[in-house]
């Protein structure tokens, strides 16, 4: 067979470009993190918002620099999704710039018959890869035997066998990008006979490197981007295939049918099975409790009460930790610098904005966490399986609770998930309705008012009050957006028909590796982008809130200054009365002041009011700002926030502020208002119509002043 | 022993068929990339507590379809275990 083999050699590059390809649930991201570990980095390939995961490494002992390249999870080369067509392209398209020297192809070797489908389409591109075949632990526990020589022969291209749990494994996948690697020369299946002449003519057209990518190019003509080589071809190429004797249906069921044919074969002979029907013992028995049709969905709402009390009951030592500290940083900040303008700023502001905010890290690190590992051992896809039929009466999608439950951490990369859902309808009905999940940025102001109005007293054991509500709060989230969808179900228009083909993948305890890369990424992400955000509204704040119009700051002071002032009030009295007068007429104040109106039936006070109009652009920025705002208006550095809203009183009746009515407000209003820039501009970029966002942010608004004006009525 | 002319969505937890055809050319072409392929041998694993979506045994996985979509593929049924 050697001479149906080309040969490349890597061991002489100083850098080498590598791609992971392989189906989803194969592996490949726990691959991906094995060799690349905490050097790797998150973007997006251009133009299209397709998360890039990509990480340097020194191989061969530094002598060798290489990127991998981690591409979106596909079972086919089928350009069917944004995903999909993002990883054809890579490979196809020598011109494209990650384009890899090498692919590794990794295939889950306990299903070996389904993967090597997108194995036997890329090894047709005739590009230089490794197969790595994964889950080789799983294979031996089932009793199975894999002929990896054997199969190496057959497929004409280099197979490692590897388990991500097995260290030893990856060195010998290290090891084999350096060795000759063959490239194989001929057809998986005779792809010529399946369209002759097309393939012929249009080879010439495009300058194709194999039969395959010409057939690629002819079924998906559409879709596939012009490449700089055939520009000038490009009429030819478009009457070429605009020809409606095409028939592309029965050109790719073709394919698939004949390429399986040759799969089988080559299974057949490197594989010894113990059974031609997998029972897969432990899976099954799992799935029997999981998918029950009664315990299943109790099992899934004690899970998600799990994951509620312990965001609450867990995240707040290291909680009261990082306010203790911060607490201790500002007052040593305060008595150590010189008093001062900036000594101000960088107390009042910077620090009291930083603490609100990095408060709330552990909270966000246990929900990502959760989620990553729900998604991880294979749960997610049997809530979506057992949720189906019900989804589907709202309008929605099994998958759609994917998406749902990841915008309790984050709307964004929830959005971006939708695109597993195939039917336009239920996945703009998925992309409006998410943003109703309570997001982490929302935890934040959740936990400072629950911790303001509701008493910390258990109910029993483990359970509390607090997470209760906190648990209630991600209900209503819930609710509404179920109540949208179904709304929205009789606005849109189905486009074409629903479906839901979905792998179950084999549950597989969570690699731990992977959920702590993700704790890290999130959080490293959550603390720059929203850190930066809110550190700069933090400045702007204290500037608004400590400067006025004229010179009012001045003759407030000068108020206090007079002898009848200096018997009346103690200095601290004094100084509380002045920073509080101040912050009234400073600019801050006069913004508060002015939308008080309109907010005032909300039970919002003008401070308050500052909060909402800073976290417009993002939740998150309300702690911060109500951080600035009691700082400003509170010279006492010792007390943490909670302590300093907790003791705060409304200046006519003398009540606290934050009532219990106050509180339910302001939670129902953070709920359900659209106060993310982020979701709404990806929104528009999966939607691509400004219609949509535009009508997500007005009807999500309107719902929150409503619920919120309701709230505060009844309960006041 | 095989009896022909079922589809998918019509048998029971637990049994075995071989797949013959498809009558939606767009649906087989989803379900023959996932594995489905004519002369395949299938069992019904799981149904949905609602009694739709169905999870069968494929290709050497699981695989979750709608009960619509499960019957637009046509088996023979396998009345002998194998």
């Given amino acids: ?716 | 022993m095989e009896t022909a002319n079922k589809n998918l969505a019509q048998l029971k937890i637990g049994q075995l068929a071989i797949i013959d055809s498809f009558t939606d050319k767009l649906m087989a072409l989803k379900l023959l990339e996932m594995g489905c392929t004519p002369g395949e041998l299938v069992k019904i694993d799981r149904i949905a507590p609602l009694g739709d979506p169905i999870a069968i045994n494929v290709s050497g996985y699981m695989l979750c379809l709608r009960k619509a979509e499960a019957s637009t593929i046509l088996v023979s049924l396998l009345t002998t275990n194998i």
Avoid at chain 1, 307 to 318: A, C, M, N
Avoid at chain 1, 332 to 352: D, M, R, S, W
Wanted: aromatic share 12%; proline share 4%.
């Fill in chain 1, 1 to 716: 067979m050697k001479e149906n083999q080309s040969f490349v050699d890597f061991s002489e590059k100083t850098s080498l470009k590598i791609a992971l390809v392989g189906n989803p649930n194969s592996g490949k991201s726990t691959l991906f993190n094995a060799l690349t570990g905490l050097n790797q980095k998150t973007g997006n390939f251009p133009g299209v918002t397709v998360d890039k995961k990509s990480g340097f490494v020194k191989l061969k002992e530094g002598q060798i620099l290489a990127e991998f390249i981690d591409l979106p999870g596909t079972y086919s080369l089928y350009p069917k999704s944004i995903d999909e067509t993002v990883a054809f392209e890579v490979l196809c398209n020598p011109n494209n710039e990650f384009h890899p020297d090498l692919t590794i192809i990794v295939a889950d070797a306990s299903n070996l018959k389904r993967n090597l489908f997108l194995v036997s389409q890329i090894i047709d591109l005739r590009i230089p890869v490794i197969l790595a075949l994964n889950m080789m632990d799983l294979v031996e526990k089932e009793g199975d035997v894999i002929d990896i020589i054997r199969l190496s022969e057959k497929l004409g291209v280099k197979v490692v066998g590897v388990s991500a749990r097995n260290k030893g494994s990856l060195d010998v996948l290290k090891q084999a990008l350096f060795e000759p690697l063959p490239v194989r020369q001929y057809d998986f299946i005779n792809i010529k006979k399946l369209a002759p002449e097309l393939i012929e003519k249009l080879s010439a057209l495009i300058n194709a490197n194999s039969d395959f990518e010409a057939f690629q190019f002819i079924n998906n003509f559409p879709q596939i981007s012009f490449d700089n080589n055939n520009i000038d071809n490009k009429e030819k190429i478009v009457t070429l295939l605009s020809s409606p004797l095409i028939d592309r249906n029965k050109l790719q069921s073709e394919e698939t049918v004949e390429r399986y044919k040759v799969i089988n074969r080559i299974v057949g002979e490197c594989r010894i099975q113990k059974s031609a029907i997998k029972t897969k013992s432990f899976s099954n028995k799992l799935d029997s409790f999981l998918t029950h049709r009664v315990g299943g969905y109790i099992i899934f709402l004690i899970i998600l009460f799990f994951i509620f009390q312990t965001i609450f009951f867990l995240s707040s030592y290291p909680m009261q930790w990082i306010e203790t500290l911060f607490v201790s940083f500002s007052n040593i900040a305060a008595q150590n610098l010189p008093q001062g303008e900036l000594t101000n700023l960088f107390v009042n502001g910077i620090l009291a904005g930083l603490g609100g905010i990095i408060v709330f890290v552990p909270q966000i690190a246990f929900l990502f966490a959760f989620i990553a590992i729900l998604e991880d051992t294979g749960y997610m896809a049997r809530v979506s399986f057992i949720l189906d039929k019900l989804m589907r009466k709202f309008g929605l999608n099994g998958r759609s609770v994917i998406p749902l439950i990841s915008g309790m951490a984050c709307a964004i990369p929830a959005i971006m998930s939708t695109r597993t859902i195939s039917s336009w309808k239920e996945r703009m009905i998925t992309i409006l309705t998410t943003p109703l999940m309570s997001c982490s940025a929302r935890l934040p102001v959740y936990t400072l008012m629950i911790s303001l109005i509701i008493p910390n007293d258990k109910i029993t054991g483990f359970f509390n009050y607090q997470g209760l509500i906190l648990m209630s709060l991600y209900m209503i989230g819930f609710i509404a957006a179920m109540a949208a969808a179904l709304v929205l179900q009789k606005i849109l228009k189905a486009r074409e028909k629903s479906y839901f083909i979905m792998e179950l993948p084999v549950y597989r305890s969570p690699q731990w590796r992977t959920v702590g890369l993700t704790i890290f990424d999130k959080v490293k992400s959550f603390l720059i982008d929203a850190g930066k955000i809110i550190l700069a509204i933090s400045v702007l704040l204290w500037f608004l809130s400590s400067h006025a119009p004229g010179n009012k700051i001045q003759i407030i002071e000068k108020k206090y200054e007079t002898a009848d002032m200096l018997k009346k009030y103690n200095d601290a009295e004094r100084k509380l009365k002045i920073s509080s007068e101040q912050l009234e007429v400073s600019y801050a104040g006069i913004i508060g002041k002015f939308i008080e109106p309109a907010i005032s039936p909300l039970g919002f006070d003008w401070k308050i009011g500052i909060a909402l109009v800073t976290s417009f652009a993002a939740r998150e920025v309300f702690v911060g700002t109500m951080a600035t705002i009691y700082s400003v208006g509170n010279s006492d550095n010792t007390q943490t926030l909670r302590e300093k809203m907790y003791l705060e009183k409304n200046s006519s009746t003398g009540l606290p502020t934050f009532s219990v009515a106050v509180g339910f407000s302001l939670m129902i209003f953070y709920a359900f208002a659209m106060q993310c820039m982020s979701t709404l501009a990806v929104v528009y970029r999966e939607t691509k119509h400004w219609k949509w966002p535009a009508i997500q942010f007005l009807f999500m608004s309107a719902l929150a002043y409503i619920s919120s004006f309701l709230v505060y009525q009844l309960l006041k």
